[in-house]
């Protein structure tokens, strides 16, 4: 599966036994290329989607703990080493398996089953460090599996993806972001 760039799928060792499993989620030695500074976690209704967003500046270290998931994909860097690419990663809560989305990477949440995730950002929640576009927009080229049921107004309502670019191209760095380590 090609990804866009920096964006890095870390499976994580479970160490299970009769009363159930321990899995280190994070360690900062792992240079995944996200210095949290804000943890989340976030439920989710089968049928649920959430997004498609992009941040300009902050990049997500995402973990899902139960459930399933499809995350769509669309690579809007300019000057990125795969700029234009859409993907997309299927995750449940088994095996636990991080994801890095660095910024300027588009992402949508299609939830099959109830689940439950967690995230942390490389910088502090703020409104304009968030820009969506329509989740179906077929310029995305993300292959959702599903028609989701739940759906918040705003990203029902949310713009084509052409005006989230009118929006994002202000804030494109010059230089195309480094690629990040991988966990050791």
Known sequence: MRLPDGVALHPLASHRDSRGSFTELFRDEWEVGVAPVQWNACSSEAGSFRGVHVHPRHDDYFLLLTGHLTIGLRDLRRGSPTEGLSSIVEMTGDPITAIVMPHGVAHGFYYHAPSLHLYA????????????????????????????????????????????????????PLQPPAPLAPIS
């Open 121 to 172: 950002v490389s910088e502090y929640w703020s409104v304009d460090d968030e820009l969506g576009c329509h989740w179906a927009d077929p310029e995305l080229e993300i292959p959702w599996p599903g028609q989701p049921t739940l759906v918040s107004e705003r990203d029902a309502t949310a713009p084509p993806l052409a005006q989230l670019l009118e929006q994002l191209e202000p804030s494109q």
